[in-house]
């Protein structure tokens, strides 16, 4: 038979037959099989005897795990790419990028091709350890049981039960579970928070004023004497009457509701204004009896209130505080002695009185209106700079005073003696440090300011000694302006009493000065409250100062503070810890293919076959056939396959079902080349 295996007499190898070689048949290369027509000392080579020993042959193994090796410095790079890539979207705006891609499909692509590339070496190292777990006996199902483990998660799962002595398998079987995980994980990096990005296009503004007046603001109406415009006056008129109405209050721009300003120090912006200093004058009160035996409660400057019937119950006038200086701070020291106006309120309250147990006791028993108490409050409104921090969110502008700096008036730049009078006198205040052409500026090197042109610059005393100032550093009120604010306090504002009378409820009748009733705060004035009166009455003041002040002597222009426009977004936050996970696999893998590298290095025996179907074909059950080159080691995976591409088989059912060899022999090819021949003679002699 042309296919006959059965295995040839050693004494027969010294026949000799002439024949034609042939290398190849079909693409079939045929020198990797033996003829019975070869030379008898080839014969000899190619047959050995039986008892001969199989020699070792050391295995090249790192050639074996290129795909491998590849495919792990592939998952390395992909899970440092994750890192790279969140790190840099870490506190930032959610991209936005065509096509509806966003960070998350960037992510969930990258830790698919992730675990891809790792369970490409994880699959590997598994189908290699099934050939050195069957260097022992084992059961032939774990062939299977191995070779599930390497392509499903469920196969893997059976592998731990079916073989736990495995280490590398069961540390394979984990990696490809838990690598189910590497999806949700490396989305859960991914944490959306809002946050505000800045609109480098657009610019937030506050008012605020260097120097007052504005243009328009006031006007003469005598020698020496000046008014302020009737906005000004409306201002001040609904700052004592209403103080929390929104009239006065500062009007940011700010596009998106959401802007800041960049701080010093904590302050943003600064502005001339008007400030306030109280001080309690509550026991300087003296209780006095009239003529007809009614009781009159009276402070030394000869104000004065009374508990009865259409009497005073509040009143408020302007002078001088001498009469209490004893209860002078230093703060209210200094307030006064640059100071435009003192105005003391004397008032009847309930504030004064106290409650033992449910028992109210007061110190007037028997007033016309009930049990009641006595405050006095005296207050200084002078002109100062105040360093402000403003941030602006959700459309609502928070603004807080960090500061006040009293203004008072500058005799050096007047050229006058001190406490003289000049129509070119200011009030002034000097920022320090101040902040010129990008560089910080204090009193000793304020003359280094570059003098460029157009900077003018100012000389002032501070603490008893003459600084030269640049105007961009002084805030300054005119004394016009500021005599015409005094003017409009003194005489029209804080000059006025208030009676009451049983019909009038709680209210009291303060005639034309019908703002001033807001001071009586329906009977519950006290220091506190009349102190945060006058506070809130300068604050509409000085916003109104703000948006009608001007820059550095220049009366039509306004002057603001730039800040940045901010909007609310969603931003990205990089929670690194869900990488851990997937590093941890990667790391994990990194080991497994180290170790089987290492253990195929160790021993040379066992050849890499990993994933092949090949040995179990050329290395089943059965004895290997004599004309089989016995001398030839165990073949590793590139020569298999080299072998596998050069042999055909089918598979036979039956009885003896099972591969077949039915690669022809070369005598099988020589004959049927003969027959060929002589039917092409045939043909040819036709």
């Not at 000004?232 to 300003?261: L, Q, R, Y």
Request: aromatic share 10%; net charge negative.
């Amino acid at each position: 038979m042309a296919n006959d295996k059965t295995p040839r007499g050693y004494e027969s190898l010294g026949q000799e037959s002439s024949v034609t070689e042939v290398s190849s048949y079909e693409g079939i290369n045929m020198d990797t099989y033996h003829s019975s027509t070869k030379g008898a000392q080839e014969s000899v080579k190619a047959y050995p005897k039986p008892d001969q020993t199989k020699p070792v042959r050391r295995h090249h193994v790192f050639r074996f795990w290129p795909w491998e090796l590849s495919s792990l410095l592939v998952a390395f790079g992909l899970i440092a790419a994750t890192y790279s890539v969140l790190s840099h979207f870490n506190g930032q705006q959610v991209p936005e990028w065509p096509f509806s891609i966003n960070l998350n499909t960037l992510v969930a692509l990258i830790s698919t091709i992730m675990r891809a590339a790792m369970l490409v070496a994880v699959a590997e190292v598994i189908s290699q350890t099934k050939w050195s777990w069957f260097s022992r006996p084992r059961p032939l199902s774990h062939l299977q049981y191995f070779d599930e483990a390497s392509r499903s998660v469920s196969g893997s799962l059976s592998l731990l039960f079916v073989a736990p002595g495995s280490a590398l398998g069961v540390l394979g079987a984990l990696i490809t579970i838990l690598s189910l995980g590497i999806g949700p994980f490396t989305q859960q990096t991914i944490k959306t928070v809002p946050c505000l990005r800045t609109h480098n296009e657009q610019k937030a503004t506050l008012p605020l004023a260097h120097f007052m007046p504005g243009n328009g603001t006031f006007y003469r109406v005598g020698a020496g004497s000046y008014q302020v415009q009737l906005d000004m006056k409306g201002t001040m008129v609904n700052g004592i009457a209403s103080p929390t109405s929104n009239d006065s209050a500062i009007i940011p721009t700010c596009a998106t509701g959401n802007c800041t300003f960049t701080s010093h120090n904590g302050i943003t912006h600064s502005s001339i204004g008007l400030c306030s200093s109280c001080i309690d004058t509550t026991p300087f009160i003296n209780k006095t009896t009239r003529s007809n035996g009614a009781d009159n409660y009276t402070l030394p400057n000869n104000m004065w209130v009374s508990a009865e019937s259409d009497m005073v119950y509040l009143n408020v006038a302007p002078g001088s505080v001498d009469w209490a200086s004893s209860a002078f701070t230093p703060e209210f020291t200094s307030s006064i002695d640059g100071g435009l106006i003192n105005v003391t309120t004397l008032s009847l309250t309930t504030t004064a009185c106290s409650n033992n147990g449910g028992n109210l006791t007061c110190p007037i028993p028997d007033g016309y209106g009930g049990l009641t108490g006595l405050v006095a409050t005296s207050c200084s409104l002078y002109p100062c700079l105040k360093n402000y921090h403003a941030v602006i969110e959700k459309g609502v502008l928070s603004e807080k005073i960090v500061s006040t700096k009293p203004a008072p008036v500058n005799w050096v730049e007047a050229g006058i003696p001190h406490g003289g009078i000049s129509a070119n006198m200011n009030f002034t205040a000097v920022q320090r440090p101040c902040l010129v052409d990008g560089e910080w500026y204090d009193l000793p090197n304020m003359p280094d300011v570059p003098k460029t042109g157009g900077r003018s610059f100012t000389d002032i005393n501070i603490d008893g000694t003459n600084y030269t100032v640049p105007d961009e550093c002084m805030y300054k009120m005119w004394f016009p302006y500021a005599n015409g604010l005094m003017n409009f306090m003194n005489y029209d504002l804080f000059d006025g009493h208030c009676t009451y009378n049983s019909r009038q409820g709680q209210a009291i009748e303060c005639d034309q000065m019908w703002w001033l009733a807001s001071l009586y705060n329906n009977k519950e004035a006290s220091f506190d409250t009349l102190s945060a009166a006058f506070g809130q009455f300068v604050t509409a003041v000085t916003n109104k100062i703000r948006t009608t002040g001007t820059s550095n002597y220049n009366y039509n222009g306004h002057e603001v503070v730039e800040g940045a426009v901010t909007e609310m977004t969603v931003c990205i936050e990089f929670q690194w810890k869900w990488l851990i996970m997937p590093t941890a696999l990667v790391a994990a893998t990194a080991a497994i293919l180290i170790a089987i590298i290492t253990q195929n290095l160790r021993n040379h025996e066992q050849p890499v076959w990993k994933s092949s179907l090949l040995p179990l074909l050329y290395y089943g059950f059965r004895q290997r056939a004599y004309q089989e080159d016995l001398s030839t080691p165990v073949m590793d995976l590139t020569e298999m396959n080299r072998a596998a591409a050069n042999r055909r088989a089918k598979f036979q059912n039956g009885s003896e079902a099972g591969f077949v060899d039915v690669t022809p022999s070369i005598d099988d090819v020589i004959r049927r080349r003969g027959r060929d021949v002589d039917v092409d003679s045939l043909i040819g002699d036709r």
